[in-house]
């Protein structure tokens, strides 16, 4: 039996299962389509251009996931840093102030440059 | 559980945390310089930190280590392509810095997020904004190549490809001009980018899973000691390698190369055309020689295929494009395909050829760019070969240097293509490819047809109405203009003092 | 072996034959309009200099012993890669030696005949300038000690005959026929490099010396590949078949153009390759019959071709394939023909460059016309250009003792050495060499006034016909010169080797025999073209006179062979690749269905069938190396 073998199994798994979801869904499902229905995601942005001109792109969307991601990355990093403070020592210390600092700097970017201004 | 730090030479890695100190520093200019000195400190700091860790490489020379915990490998190989990507880097970065070609401003547009054609972008271009955001980008991603060349394993090496690949897709789209054109070319090199790079991460996996380590050395023992159960582990070393293909556009991961050369601002396609592939051939060098280089007998086959077809596809294809930034797009392929020729020679001589003609390859790109950057009609730059018929009537230098780079490129004698082209030829025969090397030298003689077409079209063609002018450039581009002309010559007629200094480079650190 | 002079004396100057034109080219390149005026004096000047040093080496050259002939200078250390190690070195033996005194030396006299040809040339200066990158580039190549270095110079020599065939390109005639010679010579290029690379496979060197001393131990096999890969390099340089067609089309470069390179120096290189690789020749038999067929053929479609063509600059090209025909024909037949070879190739370029220099001048005063059939009774008005072209005519028919009839005899006396069907083929092509050259002698200087209206037949200026004159004197006495007094055969023996073995008659036979033929040939072309009036339209003639008018299909064949496949493969792939990965998508939707279509109008944009085909070459490539691994 090869290691990899479960992988493999599980791949395709994966792959059946989401083949059969939307095949099974195009034949039981109900049909009753209105405008909402057509749109790409319920929430979220329309992905296609707007009149040209007309609609502008609310980018402080993704700023403010932006920032999202810069305190979830420093989140993930602490934990672990957390649990083996003690173990790390002054080593560790030094070296997570640095990550910290890194961080900081693209949140002052953000901030320097009016992105957490939500009019 | 006992934890020991890590031993890191931070002497070793100086070059690396003097550009990437220097691109945090910069962001912060960003962040609180005011707009009118912007660009004076951004200048003063890259090209300062481009120096200092050019100064760095030079002191490093004859190092040989390993450091940070076996993640970072500081050898003869990686310090020359290290040197030659920050050489390059200070060229690209001077055609980035020129100003006075543009009447409006520099090469970049004042503000990438402001709507293509939108009254906003009309103010900021009246007002005589600058873009200076590109500095940091440059510097991470110079940062980006440094790591690529170094990382010892597969982890680093992934990092190091997304600190290239992402500010070079933002740096793809923030053209002055045919913005929109630019802009699509940024959002088709990100998606296939991160696609390719998927690829590099799974085949990572699959590497991992096979030897229980990231680490190249290791992964070359675990592959000596229980060869049997092997299959897997080469699906994933062929996933890995298309990390690096994709990244200098060899068949067929290549689609992005013409898009992205015609859409990116010129001086950006300068400096990454030149120093991407250094980086690109530094990593892949070091993933197929240090943790495959016992097998090679089954991963040659796989860059056979994608050097026949990246010189056929790249030479054939280029014969007919009429748009010079994407006819050197195609030739950036055939010259991939050439390339790797010498790598699949997987010996010493193989290695040297490889690093000498990325080299020599580096420095005609930046200066074909260069002189492209300075044709223009009055909508920008004249990228139509029509518009350069009978050019060297008019500014014969400016010509007959890029005719030299050109012919560099075709690999005639007495430039330095011609030393690199050879030198990767014969390499591949003492390995025994004396076929791929056939097929290699018909793709070049295809190939210097279009070159030479480009010459032609140059000086024989009478000048038209749609003839573009020639700007004269100031400092900067003049600099890289004749840093290019000069490595081209002098590679070409005395190679000999760099063919000893890559001998003396000796090989990778195992 | 020969013994290896130093160089010392007059012979460090070896370098300086090479840099002296190369400056002066580099000189008028840059210079730009600064040196219009004093430019092309400069230019002479450094060609006559490059002439005077080679004379003072072959003379002392010649108070050296013949086995020690041979002088190598070491410029500087060109590429060392590993094993693989080139010197930038020159070398000078009796067989360089006389292809740097033709070159210095007539290209001196052609120089000095373009300050008349060119006086009225605006870009004068640049035409110079390429004349002399020309002869740099030609010195480098019959200099070079290796065949890497050679290959340089055969590539500047192409580079410069490409930029002088055109010079004149506000003619698009002129600008096709440069890329033609371009493109043709490119497929012969293909042949050296790959020539170049199994040399250094098999030897581990590309130097003469250490070639030529090892080929006892490579195989034949290799060799003869070796020699068919030479051959086809020579073939396109020389304009052999099959890559003979672009010489006529070079013609429509400037006729001092068309004389020094087009018929007296670059297309002999071939030659000198064949010459100087004897060693391999010797070796492989197989290779050195497959140059005598070659040479044999060239020698009659040239002919031919010859026969056919109205344009006085086309008939006397198609006399050029026609006599390096013979050179490699001769070049062939291994020891007993290299000498002749060369010897031959020494006559030629003299009374060639005279017979072109010649037509040149009768071109300079019928207003830039080239067909001979408006041509007709200038021997009255252009006495030195009609006295000196019939020194060339007769040298070139091989009438004693114009110098042609001593290379040509020696030849076709060496033909009969080795077979009596090929000396016979020979003799009859040297027929026709007699039928074509009167015909166009009888057509320019004899018969009736065709002259269009406005055309006023003059002389040519001194500085025209005084090389005229000295060509013509060479034309006459070279050939005697380098049998009785020079001992030519023996002056090359030690580089190429020279035997000779006895024939089934008396020489004087094959003389006789050849004479008449020649006569016959002659008064053919007499009867048919002086005799008669010529026609001012051609008329439509027969299959054979068509076919040779259309230079007996070469470009048709040319274009059915190579070049349509190489554009329809061009279109073909970029089709591919900017169409078909689409296609490919389309046929997925319909192979997966319903599906995979909902799938796909989910998608925008272009980027996904790039996506799609990276999947799929990564999936070739897996596959790929699963199947290396399995098998």
Redesign the interface.
Same mark, same amino acid.
């Given at each position: 039996m090869n290691v990899y073998t479960p992988i493999f199994i599980l791949g395709a798994l994966a792959f059946g299962f989401a083949?059969f979801s939307?095949?099974i869904a195009?034949f039981t499902g109900p049909k009753r389509y209105n405008r909402a229905k057509y749109d790409?995601y319920e929430c979220g942005i329309e992905p296609?251009p707007q009149p040209i001109g007309g609609g502008r792109f609310p980018v402080k969307y993704y700023l403010t996931a932006m920032m999202f991601i810069i305190f979830d990355i420093e989140l993930v990093f602490l934990y672990p840093w957390a649990v083996a403070f003690d173990q790390l020592g002054a080593f560790g210390l030094v070296a997570m102030m640095l990550f910290l600092l890194n961080l900081a700097v693209p949140y002052v970017y953000e901030w320097r440059r009016g992105g957490l201004e939500w009019d | 559980m006992n934890f020991t730090p890590p031993a890191i030479d931070y002497f070793a890695l100086s070059p690396m945390i003097v550009i990437f100190a220097a691109a945090i520093v910069s962001v912060l200019v960003e962040a609180f310089a005011p707009r009118t000195i912007r660009r004076f400190l951004q200048l003063l700091i890259v090209f300062g930190a481009l120096l200092t860790s050019a100064v760095l490489i030079v002191l490093n020379a004859g190092t040989r280590t390993v450091t940070g915990g076996g993640a970072v490998v500081i050898d003869g190989p990686a310090l020359v392509m290290m040197g030659t990507i920050v050489v390059l880097s200070i060229l690209g970065a001077a055609l980035m810095a020129e100003r006075s070609i543009d009447p409006v401003g520099d090469s970049f547009a004042a503000r990438a997020s402001s709507l293509p054609g939108s009254e906003d972008e009309r103010q900021l271009t009246q007002r005589g904004y600058l873009q200076t955001e590109i500095w940091p980008l440059t510097l991470f991603a110079v940062l980006g190549m440094l790591l690529f060349v170094t990382a010892n394993n597969l982890l680093l090496m992934f990092v190091a490809l997304e600190i290239i690949s992402l500010p070079l897709y933002l740096m793809t789209g923030m053209a002055r001009r045919r913005r929109l054109l630019s802009q699509e070319a940024s959002?088709?090199y990100f !998606?296939?980018g991160v696609?390719?790079s998927a690829?590099y991460l799974y085949g990572a996996a699959l590497v991992y899973g096979y030897s229980g380590s990231i680490f190249f050395p290791e992964i070359a023992q675990s592959l000596t000691s229980k060869p049997s159960e092997?299959?897997v582990v080469? &699906?994933g070393?062929?996933?890995l390698i &298309?990390g690096p293909l994709?990244k200098i556009g060899a068949?067929?991961?290549h #689609?992005?190369v013409p898009d992205v050369y015609q859409g990116a601002p010129t001086a950006v396609v300068g400096f990454m055309a030149a120093t991407v592939k250094v980086a690109a051939f530094g990593a892949l060098l070091r993933i197929l020689y240090v943790a495959f280089g016992g097998v090679r007998?089954?991963?040659d086959? !796989?860059i056979w295929?994608?050097a026949v077809a990246s010189m056929i !596809?790249g030479s054939?294809?280029a014969?007919?494009q009429t748009d010079i930034k994407r006819l050197l797009g195609y030739s950036w392929i055939a010259q991939a395909g050439f390339i790797l020729v010498g790598l699949a020679a997987a010996s010493?001589?193989g290695l040297?050829?490889t690093m000498?003609y990325v080299i020599a390859y580096g420095f005609a790109t930046v200066g074909t760019f260069a002189v492209i950057s300075m044709v223009r009609d009055a909508n920008g730059e004249a990228t139509n070969l029509a518009a350069w018929a009978g050019i060297g009537r008019k500014s014969?230098l400016v010509a007959s240097a890029l005719s030299l780079f050109l012919l560099g490129l075709a690999g005639?004698?007495?430039t330095s293509g011609f030393?690199s082209k050879? *030198?990767v030829?014969? *390499?591949a025969?003492?390995a025994g490819a004396?076929w791929l090397?056939?097929i290699g030298?018909?793709a070049s003689?295809?190939a *210097?047809?279009f070159y030479?077409r480009i010459v032609?079209i140059m000086f024989? *063609?009478?000048p038209t109405e749609q003839t573009a002018s020639v700007v004269v450039p100031s400092a900067f581009t003049t600099i890289s203009l004749s840093a290019g002309v000069a490595v081209t010559l002098i590679l070409g007629i005395?190679? #000999?003092p760099v !063919?000893?200094m890559l001998?003396n480079a000796g090989l990778f650190l195992r | 072996m020969t013994e290896i002079l130093p160089a010392e004396g007059v012979f460090s100057l070896l370098w300086v034959l090479i840099a002296l034109p190369a400056a002066g080219a580099l000189i008028l390149l840059l210079g /730009?309009r600064r040196t219009n005026t004093w430019g092309p004096y400069l230019g002479i000047l450094t060609v006559v200099g490059s002439a005077v040093i080679a004379v003072l080496m072959l003379l002392a050259m010649m108070a050296e012993p013949a086995e020690q002939r041979t002088v190598i200078q070491n410029v +500087?250390?060109?590429?060392?890669? /590993?094993?693989?190690q080139v010197s930038f070195a020159l070398q000078l033996d009796q067989l360089s030696i006389v292809f740097v005194l033709l070159i210095t030396l007539v290209g001196a006299l052609i120089f000095i005949y373009s300050l008349g040809y060119m006086a009225h040339d605006p870009d004068r200066r640049k035409f110079f300038a390429y004349l002399n990158l020309f002869v740099a580039a030609m010195l480098l190549l019959v200099l070079a000690n290796n065949y890497?270095l050679l +290959?340089?110079g055969w590539?500047?020599v192409g580079?410069a005959s490409y930029l002088l065939i055109?010079f004149w390109?506000?003619k698009p005639t002129a600008?096709a026929a440069?890329?033609k010679a371009?493109?043709i010579n @490119?497929v012969g290029?293909?042949g050296l490099?790959?020539a170049i690379?199994l040399i250094?496979?098999t030897f581990g060197s590309v130097t003469f010396q250490d070639v030529f001393g090892q080929v006892g131990e490579a195989n034949e096999g290799t060799l003869t590949a070796i020699g068919l890969l030479l051959l086809l390099a020579a073939a396109g340089k020389s304009a052999q078949f099959p890559l003979q067609a672009w010489l006529l089309d070079a013609m429509e470069g400037p006729t001092p153009v068309s004389a020094l390179i087009h018929a007296a120096t670059m297309v002999t290189a071939g030659v000198y390759l064949i010459a100087r690789s004897n060693a391999i020749y010797n070796a492989a038999t197989w290779a050195a019959t497959a140059v005598v067929v070659v040479g044999l053929i060239t020698i009659f479609m040239g002919a031919i071709i010859g026969s056919a063509k109205d344009d006085i600059k086309k008939s006397l090209a198609g006399s050029t394939m026609s006599q390096i025909g013979y050179m490699v024909f001769a070049a062939g037949l291994g020891p007993i023909g290299y000498v002749f070879a060369i010897f031959h190739l020494l006559t030629h370029g003299v009374f060639k460059a005279g017979l072109f220099l010649g037509a040149g001048s009768v071109m300079h005063g019928m207003n830039d016309g080239v067909n001979m059939r408006r041509y007709g009774a200038l021997k009255g008005v252009m006495v030195i250009t009609f006295i000196t072209f019939m020194a060339g005519y007769l040298a070139i028919i091989g009438i004693p003792p114009f110098s042609g009839f001593w290379s040509k005899d020696e030849i076709i006396h060496a033909a009969f050495e080795r077979n009596s069907i090929i000396g016979a083929a020979a003799i009859l092509a040297a027929g026709i060499t007699g039928f074509y050259m009167t015909r166009m002698v009888a057509m320019t200087f004899f018969g009736k006034k065709r002259w269009e209206d406005d055309v006023h037949p003059h002389e040519s200026p001194k500085v025209m016909t005084i090389p005229l004159i000295i060509l013509a004197i060479g034309s006459t006495f070279m050939g005697m010169a380098l049998l009785f007094w020079g001992n030519i055969e023996y002056w090359l023996e030690p580089v190429v080797g020279y035997e000779s073995v006895p024939t089934p008659l008396p020489t004087w036979v094959y003389i006789v025999v050849t004479l008449v033929v020649v006569i016959i040939g002659a008064i053919i072309g007499w009867v048919t073209y002086a005799r008669k009036d010529v026609p001012i339209e051609a008329p439509r003639g027969n299959l054979l006179t068509r076919a040779a008018r259309q230079d007996l299909y070469g470009d048709a064949i040319n274009d059915v062979l190579v070049v349509e496949p190489?554009y329809k493969?061009?279109?073909a792939?970029?089709t591919f690749?900017n169409k078909a990965?689409d296609g490919f998508v389309t046929w997925t939707a319909s192979f997966v269905g319903?599906?995979s279509k @909902?799938l796909r109008r989910?998608q925008?944009?272009?980027?996904r069938s +790039?996506?799609l085909?990276?999947v799929? /070459?990564?999936i070739? $490539?897996?596959v790929? $190396?699963?199947l290396? @691994?399995?098998s």
């Open positions: 083949a939307v095949v195009g790409a296609t | 959002l088709k !998606l296939l696609f390719a690829f092997s299959i080469f &699906i070393m062929g996933m &298309i994709f068949v067929p991961f #689609q992005w007998w089954d991963w086959p !796989l295929i994608v !596809l054939i294809v014969l007919l010493p001589a040297e050829s000498f014969p005639i004698p007495l030393v050879f *030198a030829f014969v *390499a025969i003492e004396t090397v056939i030298v018909i003689l295809i *210097a047809f030479v032609v024989f *063609a009478e005395f190679p #000999q !063919l000893d001998s | /730009g +500087y250390d060109w590429v060392f890669v /590993g094993s693989f890497l +290959y340089v590539e500047g580079l055109g390109q506000r600008a440069a890329k371009f493109v @490119r290029d293909v490099s790959v690379m250094f496979v190489t493969s061009a279109h792939l970029t690749d990965v319903d599906l @909902r989910s925008t944009g272009f980027a +790039y996506a085909s990276m799929g /070459g990564a070739i $490539l897996l790929a $190396l699963i290396v @691994r399995l």
